[in-house]
């Protein structure tokens, strides 16, 4: 199989966290301190407003200065690849074209749930994206499977069809339904890999980078297992990828993403415990865990 890492599109994505303002704001102060900081990090393309983002919370007018923010503080070190898909197809073809006109090197569309789940609906809606904008694309599949997830056949489809879809961020734990979207498509697009705890798995049937919220925090441990499975250590990769687990399951113990910000205040980022989604309970004693795991993973100092 063709080696994709030569290509444009490749390497490790960091979905980028939304932080929050005691009154529910964003706090764009903190995003741009945080993107700087992300553009000085093993990234090779930012993903705000992805799902961990939060993006289905945040107001058209939000989403707009989320794009100019950060795109101003990536200041073209880093590709950025905006979220874009709304509510409607309107709402979702007015921000990828506010994106594309605003700097942005692309957009990424999750795959809509307010539309038939058949074959044909899903490509009618990418191809008005398409033909709509004047900029690169990824398919954004945060399922998997399901009526509202990307076959292989149909991104088969897509990919003949439409010129400008270059990537797909694909999120299953199913080796098989990733070993079958990859011979179907990795030739052709960029297959990104949508969870780092499977990453190396991923890798190992064609996907050329990973869409992951850990790499918001130790995106170098991420790079580190796709750099030694590419060299052909692969008990190196294996070892890495053990520790991305027990990472993801530290994490485990508060929802996400109020775990990635639990972790960016260790890494001493201004971002409040605060999010849009749906709360769900925890205790003191889950943050003070996930605190007390990760100053030791990333090597943070004691305050």
Known sequence: MENRLHEKYHGIIPPVLTPFNEDKSVDFQTL??????????????????????????????????????????????????????AASLEETLELSR????????????????????????????????????????????????????ATP????????ALDKLVAIKYRTVNGEYMGYMAREISDDISLFSGAEMVFLQDLSVGAVGCVGGGANFYPELICELQDRFLDGDILGAREVQYKILEATIVLGHVYWPLGGKIVLQELGFPFKLITRVKEQAYTEEDV??????????LNIPNA
Request: aromatic share 10%.
């Open 153 to 160: 056949k149909l991104m088969r489809r897509m990919v003949d």
């Open 98 to 149: 506010y994106a594309a006109e605003h700097g942005a090197d692309g957009v990424g569309v999750v795959v809509p749930t307010d539309i038939p789940g058949n074959e044909e609906s899903l490509f009618n809606y990418y191809k008005a994206v398409n033909d709509a904008i004047d900029c690169p694309f990824m398919v954004y599949d945060p399922r998997g499977e399901g009526l509202h997830s």
């Open 32 to 85: 741009e301190k945080f993107v700087d900081w992300l553009c000085q990090q093993k990234v090779d393309i930012l993903f705000p407003m992805g799902g961990s983002g939060e993006y289905q919370t945040l107001q058209m007018n939000e989403r707009k200065e989320i794009i100019d923010s950060v795109v101003k503080a990536a200041g073209g070190r880093k590709q950025v690849f905006a979220g874009t898909g």
């Open 288 to 297: 003070r865990a996930i605190r007390t795991y990760y100053r030791e993973l």
